[in-house]
């Protein structure tokens, strides 16, 4: 009982104000944002194709140099994904970090509640380019190249055929630009990780380049069939809705009301027990 109540507070009072103030602040960023994009970046979008199955049988190069179908690296566990591109300087950089801090925070780790899959937009990029990005990102994410737990992190290479297999089935739309030397050599792209369950289908995208660690644990847990976590995990679960018009969890009022109720009604049974029962003196007499 008292497990619950704890669990309640959190829930109701932890998360309330937590998420509202967060999500209040995003928002407005997020907006201002929209209303300086460049034009371009229209077409660079992304569609949310929840529960789409991704091309497993398309073959990439790890940064290793192995050519393996996508598939290798799902079955156990879900997986974090990203598409960026490896020479990239700009925005690719600052979604990896934000990915890197974000996990840092879940108190899950690769190899054993996650994987983690990046894959190169550019056809251009080599396995040398992803040593070097993985790298970066280790370093990023803690964890040494020596760990067992960077055998679980796949930066990966592919020809074109297979970067539009994997971009149109995550809904992933990018384009080419003009980069400072006038070639076609950048890309226009969204800002986003994605979630995939372990048998390789799209099960959630989180915007931005700061994702709050909750989401990311949450959409790892609901990517797992809740197969990882805890108990505490699976009240804020139930307290949370994931909406994919914002790519994010947020708090759900009548689910947290309904908690109130129960707990309302399990508080006053209580009492009515409690008082209903009889001194040890009069039950003797």
Do not use: W
């Amino acid at each position: 009982m008292l497990q619950f109540v704890a669990v309640f507070v959190v829930c109701t009072f932890g998360l309330g104000t937590a998420y509202s103030q967060q999500y209040a602040a995003d928002r407005k960023a997020l907006g201002s944002a929209a209303q300086n994009a460049p034009e371009y970046l229209k077409h660079a979008g992304i569609d949310q194709n929840l529960n789409h199955p991704l091309p497993l049988a398309d073959r990439f190069a790890d940064e290793s140099g192995v050519d393996m179908p996508l598939g290798h690296y799902f079955g156990k566990h879900p997986a974090m994904l990203a598409l960026v591109y490896f020479k990239c300087r700009m925005l690719c950089p600052q979604v990896l970090r934000g990915m890197a801090a974000s996990l840092k925070q879940t108190g899950f780790h690769p190899g054993h509640e996650y994987n983690i899959i990046v894959a190169s937009i550019d056809p251009s990029d080599t396995p040398a380019d992803a040593t070097q990005a993985k790298q970066e990102f280790l370093q990023k994410l803690g964890v040494p190249a020596t760990d067992p737990a960077a055998a679980s992190i796949h930066f990966l290479t592919g020809p074109q055929a297979s970067i539009n297999d994997l971009a149109a089935a995550t809904g992933f739309h990018y384009i080419r630009v003009p980069g400072p030397d006038g070639q076609m050599n950048q890309f226009a792209h969204s800002s986003v990780i994605m979630i995939a369950t372990p048998d390789g289908r799209m099960s959630k995208y989180l915007n931005g380049i700061d994702y709050q660690p909750r989401d990311v644990r949450l959409a790892l847990i609901e990517a797992s069939n809740e197969h990882i976590g805890t108990a505490t995990d699976a009240v804020l679960l139930y307290c949370c809705n994931y909406t994919p018009s914002e790519g994010r969890y947020t708090v759900s009022v009548l689910r947290i009301m309904g908690l109130a109720a129960m707990g309302s009604v399990l508080a006053l049974g209580t009492v009515i027990f409690l008082l209903g029962k009889k001194p040890a003196s009069q039950r003797a007499s």
